[in-house]
Every structure is written in C-alpha cells, then in structure tokens.
C-alpha cells in the first residue's frame, strides 16, 4: 500500500545543480526548499555577495510516496537519501528550525568534521594559512588553543573552524 501522506525527503543532486533541480522540481509542482546562505566571492577584479547552497547537493522535496518516481524522473536528481536502508525523512520542525536559522545568518558555520583535543590539525585558509598544530582546547567555535609542533607553546587563536582541519 502507498503512503499518500505528504513529508519531506532529503534528495541528493547531481554537483553545482542544486538550484537548477529546485527550479525543475517546481515547474512540476513539486514543493521543494533549498537552504541558501549569502557568501562573499572574491575575484581577481572585485568581490561579489552570492546565494550558496548550504549543503552541497542536497535538496528537500515535501511529497507523499505516490511522487518518487516524479521526482527521479527530473533532470538533476540523483537519488533519494537512505538511512536504515528506507528512504530517510526529516520532521517538519527540523526544516523549520533549518529556516529560522537561515533567516538570522551571523556566524552560522557549517562544519562537517568534529576536531577533538589532542587531535593533529592543519588551517588551511585565513590569516594562520598554513599552521599544522596540535589542538589543546575549543573555548567556542572560533576561538581555540593550539599546541604549535616542535615549539611546546600553545596559542590562543580566533579563526573560523571553517579553516581547521584534521590531519590524516
């Protein structure tokens, strides 16, 4: 039996076709949210603020079962997301919470590592480009203590944990 009931489903898109798919989805009337944030590009000839999807490649569709196949069927989708091997929902106040976060941007980062202390790190972007360190100790999300290699000194720093990466 078919699930006529409406939900939202996380989609995956093909690379950088994000906001095509959205506008595909929704000349078939299809409700579909793509979480943007405003980011500042800079170019050799000058700097520019655009719209950037949030979360690379993902989309969410709010369907009922009987609208899968529609949805694959449209150009720049590529799959459902699973989890547990079933299709994977997310809860209506998740989306909400999503929206409201986005609509008050500040310091919103999105981070898609966690960083321990102890652990090994490499900045890779910003005004401490290059620093491979030990990390002490995160007093918040841009403000953290590192151990600098083959000095024994820590520093406290402030720098997006956008730019700190773990080492392999």
Not at 113 to 142: D, N, R, T, Y
């Amino acid at each position: 039996m078919i699930d006529h009931t409406y939900k939202w489903y996380p989609i995956y898109t093909r690379s950088r076709a994000e906001k095509k798919t959205e506008l595909e989805l929704k000349k078939k009337d299809i409700i579909a949210y793509l979480p943007l944030r405003k980011e500042e590009k800079q170019w050799a000839d000058r700097k520019k603020i655009v719209e950037e999807p949030l979360l690379k490649s993902y989309l969410f569709v709010y369907i009922s079962a009987k609208e899968y196949a529609q949805v694959l069927m449209t150009h720049g989708v590529s799959r459902f997301i699973y989890f547990s091997g079933k299709i994977a929902t997310i809860p209506n106040r998740q989306l909400e919470d999503l929206k409201l976060l986005l609509a008050n941007p500040g310091d919103l980062e999105l981070i898609d590592h966690e960083l321990s202390p102890g652990e090994k790190v490499h900045i890779k972007a910003g005004p401490f480009k290059g620093i491979m360190a030990e990390l002490v100790s995160l007093k918040s999300k841009k403000s953290l203590v590192l151990r600098l290699q083959n000095l024994g000194y820590a520093i406290h720093i402030n720098t997006s944990m956008a730019y700190i990466e773990p080492m392999k």
